[in-house]
């Protein structure tokens, strides 16, 4: 339940207002005149329940219906949204020691500037998370990716296979696009989860991470269309100088 001790006198106020709508809702009675504001917080104690009550006949049962299935849902999801957060944050700040490793490993010149300049834009992804956490009070340290750690090990050991030119950047390019649609998920899911708390600063920072991780993955794709091909045409180059070997042999 709500502890209302601990509640200031604008979340009061947003209580009444709550039990309002609701008595307005279901058509419900009072047995006395709603006062202009709840009592002050040194009036709540072991009878705040049957005060809020009598000020808005709730019996028990919707009582508690109504405090778990509005404002405790409200709470329930910001801090969700918080945990949804953290877990960005951790798994952006694996990705900037995960890029510049993958920018070494690329053959392709397009491909080690494209995680270059992903690495630079997701340390400014970082700084807008802490921005966000500065504005919740909220530290951003405290968990870890398990999804984001997966998905750089994946790639890890992607590099760590005998691929060569084309081949071995196509296979980073699936490391990196897994990586990518990983995190067009987290955002997404935050920025909805900002939009229904009516976090407005929140929704459009996160929205530009969004449609920048968005772009980064179309950028993936462009890229991957033209070293595919190319990594197509060396397999045969491949299979064609080893039939004339055999030839020679």
Do not use: W
């Amino acid at each position: 339940m709500i502890n209302i001790e601990k509640l200031s006198d604008e979340e009061l106020q947003a209580l009444s207002n709550k039990f309002e709508a609701f008595r307005a809702e279901y058509k419900l009675e009072r047995e006395t005149p709603r006062p202009a504001r709840l009592p002050n917080r040194k009036h709540f104690g072991g009878r705040t329940r049957l005060l809020i009550r009598k000020q808005r006949h709730l019996t028990p049962s919707t009582e508690i219906a109504f405090l778990f299935g509005g404002l405790m849902a409200d709470q329930g999801l910001k801090e969700l949204y918080i945990d949804e957060l953290k877990d960005l944050y951790n798994a952006e700040n694996q990705l900037v020691k995960a890029l510049p490793k993958m920018a070494k490993a690329a053959s392709s010149d397009k491909l080690r500037q494209g995680f270059e300049e992903h690495l630079e834009q997701t340390k400014n992804h970082v700084q807008r998370l802490e921005k966000i956490f500065q504005t919740l009070g909220e530290s951003p340290k405290g968990k870890k990716c398990k999804g984001m750690e997966g998905l750089i090990e994946e790639g890890s050991e992607v590099m760590e296979e005998d691929y060569e030119g084309s081949v071995m950047d196509a296979a980073l390019i699936g490391a990196a696009q897994r990586v990518e649609h990983y995190e067009i998920a987290g955002y997404g899911t935050v920025r909805t989860m900002a939009e229904t708390l009516g976090e407005s600063d929140h929704t459009s920072l996160l929205e530009e991470t969004l449609q920048e991780e968005k772009e980064t993955d179309e950028k993936l794709t462009e890229l991957a269309s033209r070293i595919n091909t190319e990594a197509s045409a060396e397999q045969q180059s491949d299979t064609q100088d080893k039939r004339k070997a055999r030839r020679v042999a």
